[in-house]
């Protein structure tokens, strides 16, 4: 009885540390946005998809890569005629997170964290970029440069970013 008392309680324990972990994360991907440089706001979110997969899991880390673009959009951060963006862009983050996941634990030895988050950014910014640029030269004429600006080399430039803050913080928590 007292065994079955030790294990239900440790498992309150779990659910309570992992409810106050996306409790945080969540105010991390709320208040992101709020930097309004997309040099920082992209590596601190994805920063926090890496985290948050590694941490939590893939289906809170999905919950969180919608949070910060329509964050961006409702409080006027991200202009309004890249609005069309948005559905890609939270695709593309939940492409950086299955695609991390997948990597990092498919394979024989120990996952590696930058095995996984290299083809991780990368195949992220493929499709946004893609996505982008079909947008660009098909509906949005008049706002083709600056679309074009956001879903280039920043993409890339703030996932690989994003890992490298995530690497340091994984590894001094010793989750990797």
């Known amino acids: 009885m007292e065994e079955q008392e030790n294990v ?13 972990a996306f409790c945080g994360f969540l105010a991390v ?11 920082i706001t992209g590596s601190i979110v994805n920063a926090l998809l890496f985290i948050s997969a590694s941490i939590m ?32 862009i939270m695709t593309g983050n939940a492409l950086l997170i299955l695609v991390f996941v997948t990597i990092k634990n498919w394979g024989v030895g120990p996952p590696n964290f930058w095995a996984a988050a290299i083809p991780a ?26 679309v074009f600006l956001m879903i280039s080399w920043p993409q890339l430039a703030t996932a690989i970013a994003g890992a490298a803050i995530a690497f340091l913080f994984l590894k001094t928590v010793k989750r990797i």
């Open 57 to 88: 899991g893939i289906e809170a880390a999905f919950l969180l890569c919608l949070v910060p673009s329509l964050i961006s959009l409702y409080t006027g951060l991200l202009p309004l005629a890249i609005a069309p963006m948005i559905p890609f």
């Open 121 to 146: 950014a990368i195949i992220k910014y493929i499709f946004i970029f893609s996505a982008g640029t079909i947008l660009a030269n098909s509906i949005l004429h008049g706002i083709a440069k600056n």
């Open 29 to 39: 991907a709320v208040v992101a946005p709020y930097f309004g440089n997309q040099l």
């Open 8 to 20: 239900i309680s440790l498992n309150i324990s779990k659910i309570v540390t992992k409810s106050l």
